[in-house]
């Protein structure tokens, strides 16, 4: 089964082109899973596989129903059918890490309109009536019968505490270099003798 299409367009997304999708949404998959903060939506990427995975599928039932249909091909049908499948999983995967984060960190998102451009319209939409949900849940079980100056979900407490949760970006990630680079020194480190680090 070959997903392969030239055509699609990653320049706003910054993901090599010259990969065929499925290997392109693994990686977008483990950036997701391994990223602190929710990343851009890859909306052309999903949808495309999407209609490859309907067409494809359109095919598959087409030939398991047509009679002249060989053994040799049946077996082949089977492994497009799993390799669809792997591709299916892929996707689902991939949108339960952003609804996780979505959900994990809505309050957040729905004020902060930068983050708000990095989801789907359907993933804001959900951001928008689980905060509302959640908020209704919190008044109909505990806050309704407290005093109103404690009914505010978005407080920031004298220390510092926010009540919002927010991604933690100083959480240490792997970095995996595809090409050679240089040496790269973060902005609070020094380099010494012999190639030694040290904090600055």
């Known amino acids: 089964m070959d997903f392969s299409d030239p055509t699609l367009d990653d320049h706003q997304f910054a993901i090599d082109s010259d990969e065929n999708p499925i290997a392109r949404l693994i990686r977008a998959w483990l950036d997701e899973r391994h990223a602190p903060e929710l990343l851009v939506f890859q909306a052309v990427l999903i949808d495309d596989l999407m209609q490859k995975l309907h067409e494809q599928g359109l095919v598959v039932s087409a030939l398991q129903s047509d009679e002249s249909t060989t053994e040799e091909e049946h077996l082949r049908i089977t492994l497009v059918k799993t390799d669809m499948e792997r591709a299916k999983f892929l996707i689902r995967s991939y949108m339960r890490v952003r609804i996780h984060k979505i959900e994990k960190y809505a309050a957040h998102i729905l004020q902060t309109p930068e983050d708000q451009q990095k989801l789907s319209n359907a993933e804001l939409l959900h951001a928008q009536r689980?905060?509302?949900?959640?908020?209704?849940?919190?008044?109909?079980?505990?806050?309704?019968?407290?005093?109103?100056?404690?009914?505010?979900?978005?407080q920031t407490f004298p220390d510092g505490t926010s009540m919002i949760t927010r991604p933690d970006k100083d959480h240490p990630v792997f970095v995996h270099a595809r090409v050679p680079c240089h040496d790269v020194l973060l902005p609070e480190y020094v380099l010494l003798a012999n190639n030694r680090v040290a904090e600055a």
Request: glycine share 0%; no cysteine.
């Open 130 to 154: 689980y905060q509302q949900m959640l908020a209704n849940h919190f008044h109909a079980t505990v806050l309704d019968a407290l005093p109103d100056s404690t009914h505010a979900l978005d």
